[in-house]
């Protein structure tokens, strides 16, 4: 089941139409955002209907922020190397989106770790993406 949020995505040659990749991830982390931040008020009620709505618009903002960091950022880095294939791009916009979380928090060990995080799940992804492989699915025999 598709809701539109990352249609288009790898159909777009990389290091082209940045500001397309941009809105998509943006649109991807923004939704990743709203659930998430329907599970922390679920978990974690809010004291009013006000601080709930904060809450859920401040994680919803950072999320949608740090998607389109890392659109841009792999875009761009892709175009500026002339080699858009490469995994390193996507190791550093998941970086960046990572020092976005570490400036969020004003935590230099947060920022530190998520960059690595993001930024090794990001390469792995487009290497998995790149090579055929299957997460889920009938086994291939």
Same mark, same amino acid.
């Given at each position: 089941m598709s809701w539109g949020l990352g249609d288009g995505y790898w159909d777009i040659p990389e290091g082209t139409d940045c500001p397309r990749k941009t809105l998509i991830t943006g649109r991807i982390g923004a939704a990743l955002? #709203? #659930?998430?931040?329907?599970?922390?008020?679920?978990l974690h009620p809010a004291d009013s209907a006000v601080d709930a709505v904060q809450t859920a618009a401040r994680n919803t903002v950072m999320m949608a922020t740090m998607g389109a960091v890392f659109g841009l950022t792999t875009c761009l880095s892709a175009h500026v190397r002339e080699d858009p294939e490469d995994?390193?791009?996507y190791f550093v916009g998941g970086c960046a989106s990572g020092i976005v979380m570490g400036v969020r928090t004003h935590n230099f060990g947060t920022?530190?770790?998520?960059?690595?995080?993001?930024?090794l799940l990001a390469?792995?992804?487009?290497?998995g993406k790149r090579e055929g492989w299957k997460i889920g699915g009938p086994?291939? #025999?």
């Open positions: 955002g #709203l #659930l998430a931040s329907g599970y922390r008020l679920i995994a390193l791009n920022g530190s770790s998520a960059c690595l995080s993001l930024g390469a792995i992804t487009k290497i086994p291939r #025999l």
